[in-house]
């Protein structure tokens, strides 16, 4: 390869591209159940149906089923509360610096979505009064002092039903230097039974293609960009049509997989409106 170095109008990417915004998976290995994976298990205690006794903390193999590509979430009776809420979730800090819980996730404004597809059973004499849905809930301080109360204004929940049917949740993560009451946030599913007199409701929340997310749009931008499109952590970027893909590690040297050649191409942002580049002559 000499100096000589002519100019290029490279067409392939002159007129609009649009901006894209990877999400970032928050889920971890969503379809690992076993003892080690991030799933948790666990279920508040009542007894009698309005009194809160304790907190156990349950074997997630033993409540969670597979088959095929769905997984059934089963509720748990200690034979002894007159009412259980059973929960599946995975948990991420979200509490202020410095706290047991520190977030180091999440950016103020950023936008949470648990989505997927999921449908439930409900038995007992009378379980219309069965509480079955997903959910996506930040824990903190109550007024009164209480750790890890549910915070209504940053919690969604989503009834499931007996057919299978899509979900999707969504919640914005608050400023915690205006308000460093938070401590966690949870994603997954809940089943509350309660005991009827002779026995204990039961259900099972059956689900496929989950995914939870922190939304591309509004969370501080964690990965690097070129030309609106994310660089992955090999340093490539996937123009599609218009360049296939391009090695920007070194940019404004861009490696152009198409031409097998380095060419100087500064990033031209988001919204540009063509490009000019530079193409080393051999």
């Given at each position: 390869m000499n100096n000589k170095i002519r100019t290029l109008t490279l067409a392939g990417i002159i007129g609009a591209a649009a901006a894209a915004h990877a999400n970032t998976p928050l889920l971890v290995n969503p379809d690992d159940f076993s003892a080690d994976g991030k799933w948790i298990a666990g279920a508040n205690q009542f007894q009698p149906a309005?009194?809160?006794?304790?907190?156990?903390?349950?074997?997630?193999?033993?409540?969670?089923?597979?088959?095929?590509?769905?997984?059934?979430?089963?509720?748990?009776?200690?034979?002894?509360?007159?009412?259980?809420?059973?929960?599946?979730?995975?948990?991420?800090?979200?509490?202020?610096?410095?706290?047991?819980?520190?977030?180091?996730?999440?950016?103020?404004?950023?936008v949470i979505t648990f989505r997927g597809e999921a449908s439930a059973t409900r038995t007992g004499n009378n379980p219309s009064n069965m509480v079955v849905r997903a959910f996506v809930k930040m824990l903190g301080f109550n007024e009164l002092g209480w750790e890890f109360q549910v915070k209504p204004n940053h919690t969604q929940f989503h009834n499931i039903g007996p057919d299978n049917e899509a979900f999707e949740l969504s919640v914005t993560f608050p400023d915690l230097a205006e308000d460093d009451s938070f401590q966690v946030l949870q994603v997954g599913f809940e089943i509350t039974t309660e005991f009827d007199g002779s026995a204990m409701d039961s259900g099972t929340i059956t689900f496929r293609n989950i995914e939870a997310f922190i939304e591309g749009e509004g969370n501080g931008?964690?990965?690097?960009?070129?030309?609106?499109?994310?660089?992955?952590?090999?340093?490539?970027?996937?123009?599609?049509?218009?360049?296939?893909?391009?090695?920007v590690a070194h940019e404004p040297w861009v490696y152009v997989f198409d031409l097998a050649r380095w060419v100087y191409m500064p990033d031209p942002g988001e919204e540009f409106s063509g490009a000019w580049a530079f193409l080393m002559q051999q």
């Amino acid at each position: 390869m000499n100096n000589k170095i002519r100019t290029l109008t490279l067409a392939g990417i002159i007129g609009a591209a649009a901006a894209a915004h990877a999400n970032t998976p928050l889920l971890v290995n969503p379809d690992d159940f076993s003892a080690d994976g991030k799933w948790i298990a666990g279920a508040n205690q009542f007894q009698p149906a309005t009194e809160w006794i304790g907190f156990a903390t349950l074997e997630v193999p033993d409540r969670v089923t597979v088959e095929g590509d769905a997984a059934t979430f089963h509720s748990w009776d200690d034979e002894t509360s007159d009412k259980i809420e059973s929960f599946l979730f995975q948990e991420f800090g979200a509490g202020p610096v410095g706290s047991p819980t520190a977030n180091q996730l999440f950016e103020a404004g950023d936008v949470i979505t648990f989505r997927g597809e999921a449908s439930a059973t409900r038995t007992g004499n009378n379980p219309s009064n069965m509480v079955v849905r997903a959910f996506v809930k930040m824990l903190g301080f109550n007024e009164l002092g209480w750790e890890f109360q549910v915070k209504p204004n940053h919690t969604q929940f989503h009834n499931i039903g007996p057919d299978n049917e899509a979900f999707e949740l969504s919640v914005t993560f608050p400023d915690l230097a205006e308000d460093d009451s938070f401590q966690v946030l949870q994603v997954g599913f809940e089943i509350t039974t309660e005991f009827d007199g002779s026995a204990m409701d039961s259900g099972t929340i059956t689900f496929r293609n989950i995914e939870a997310f922190i939304e591309g749009e509004g969370n501080g931008e964690p990965e690097e960009f070129y030309a609106g499109l994310p660089v992955d952590e090999s340093g490539n970027v996937d123009t599609g049509e218009f360049l296939g893909v391009l090695h920007v590690a070194h940019e404004p040297w861009v490696y152009v997989f198409d031409l097998a050649r380095w060419v100087y191409m500064p990033d031209p942002g988001e919204e540009f409106s063509g490009a000019w580049a530079f193409l080393m002559q051999q």
